[in-house]
């Protein structure tokens, strides 16, 4: 047992004994599955590119408070992703590519390909910026990347035209705080704002009542916002 989850046990992470070997059991398992995911290599999209962003993470390495409001690390869809960025056939150069939630950078990966002004990537967990951060590097995207290590809800976008890209990263009350940012510092200053959402739950993008879902493929959907 390592030394941080000896911590979690003795300082009572839960009220009882029993609950508390629960708790680690459950833990455990999730390291054990993480342990198995990364034995079986990399796969095709990391090979071909000599990049880290395979794998299923279940147990996130993060001090973040809001840890419990985060989902698994688990790569994006790669293809899907470059369906729908071609498919807004907007102007790229004049726009950020901001990922909140990257994990290991592979949406930031993909996006390099194309001629985004910066490549913006945010995540709670540090492991997993400083990966993103070498992923960047290796594929020689370094220069117009910017990664923050920080809680999505205390991150706050440049007054630029954005393509922002979520995949199922965090709960309904995060993802209220991050898209209010969004429209506070982008939209209602005027710049346009293209949103790529792949996972279970696109309604919550719609519910915005200033998000248009536009198109989608499986569970990537694609929504435009005008300014104005």
């Given at each position: 047992?390592?030394?941080?989850?000896?911590?979690?046990?003795?300082?009572?992470?839960?009220?009882?004994?029993?609950?508390?070997?629960?708790?680690?059991?459950?833990?455990?398992?999730?390291?054990?599955?993480?342990?198995?995911?990364?034995?079986?290599?990399?796969?095709?999209?990391?090979?071909?590119?000599?990049?880290?962003?395979?794998?299923?993470?279940?147990?996130?390495?993060?001090?973040?408070p809001n840890r419990v409001h985060g989902a698994r690390y688990q790569p994006c869809n790669p293809e899907n992703l470059r369906w729908a960025i071609e498919s807004a056939h907007a102007d790229l150069a004049n726009f950020d590519f901001a990922d909140i939630g990257c994990g290991k950078g592979r949406a930031l990966?993909?996006?390099?390909?194309?001629?985004?002004?910066?490549?913006?990537?945010?995540?709670?967990?540090?492991?997993?910026?400083?990966?993103?951060?070498?992923?960047?590097?290796?594929?020689?995207?370094?220069?117009?990347?910017?990664?923050?290590?920080?809680?999505?809800?205390?991150?706050?976008?440049?007054?630029?035209?954005?393509?922002?890209?979520?995949?199922?990263?965090?709960?309904?009350?995060?993802?209220?705080?991050?898209?209010?940012?969004?429209?506070?510092?982008?939209?209602?200053?005027?710049?346009?704002?293209?949103?790529?959402?792949?996972?279970?739950?696109?309604?919550?993008?719609?519910?915005?009542?200033?998000?248009?879902?536009?198109?989608?493929?499986?569970?990537?959907?694609?929504?435009?916002?005008?300014?104005?």
């Open positions: 047992m390592s030394a941080e989850l000896r911590r979690e046990f003795l300082d009572g992470a839960t009220t009882d004994r029993y609950s508390r070997c629960v708790y680690m059991l459950s833990v455990l398992r999730k390291k054990a599955a993480d342990l198995r995911d990364r034995l079986r290599g990399r796969d095709q999209f990391d090979a071909s590119l000599g990049v880290d962003t395979s794998g299923i993470i279940r147990v996130v390495d993060t001090k973040s990966v993909v996006a390099s390909k194309y001629p985004f002004r910066r490549l913006i990537g945010v995540d709670y967990s540090l492991p997993f910026v400083e990966t993103a951060r070498e992923n960047l590097k290796h594929i020689g995207a370094s220069e117009r990347s910017e990664l923050h290590c920080q809680d999505a809800v205390s991150f706050r976008f440049k007054s630029q035209a954005t393509f922002l890209f979520l995949y199922n990263p965090f709960s309904s009350s995060l993802l209220d705080a991050v898209l209010l940012h969004l429209r506070q510092d982008v939209l209602d200053r005027g710049f346009p704002v293209i949103i790529i959402y792949q996972g279970p739950r696109p309604q919550e993008i719609i519910a915005t009542g200033w998000a248009e879902k536009v198109d989608q493929r499986s569970s990537t959907s694609l929504f435009f916002v005008r300014s104005g």
